[in-house]
């Protein structure tokens, strides 16, 4: 079940990459932007709580596909770039089995725990 998974992310992972291609933005700036979804870590500097919401925030691929369709019915390219990275950078998360936070920690993920051998 865990490289169904795995595909499926890498397919989505595609999928953003082809919405950020669409825009009128050079590639550069995909490869500029695509970690900066990872700022929601900062969170758990205060603690796991607050970490764990900043991080799913940031890594919610609900989100990206709202802030992507906004940006489509308001002809904004700049919600567009940002849903597709956001979007896409969750699914490459997801796909290395970085998943959504649980506020134990943050390596307790909805995926399971990062790291342990399953």
Known sequence: ??????????????????????LPYPWWLF???????????IG????N????????????KGLAIIIYLLGVYLSNTILQLSGSILFAHAAFDRALGYGLKLEKG??????????KKN
Do not use: C, S
């Open 31 to 41: 490869l500029a932007l695509f970690f900066v979804p990872d700022i929601g870590m």
């Open 49 to 60: 709580n607050i970490g764990a919401t900043t991080y799913n925030i940031f890594h919610h």
């Open 1 to 22: 079940m865990k490289r169904i998974i795995q595909l499926e992310e890498i397919a989505m992972l595609g999928l953003g990459i082809y919405l950020f291609g669409l």
């Open 44 to 47: 758990y500097l205060v603690n």
């Open 106 to 115: 943050f390596k307790f993920t909805h995926l399971g725990e990062i790291g």
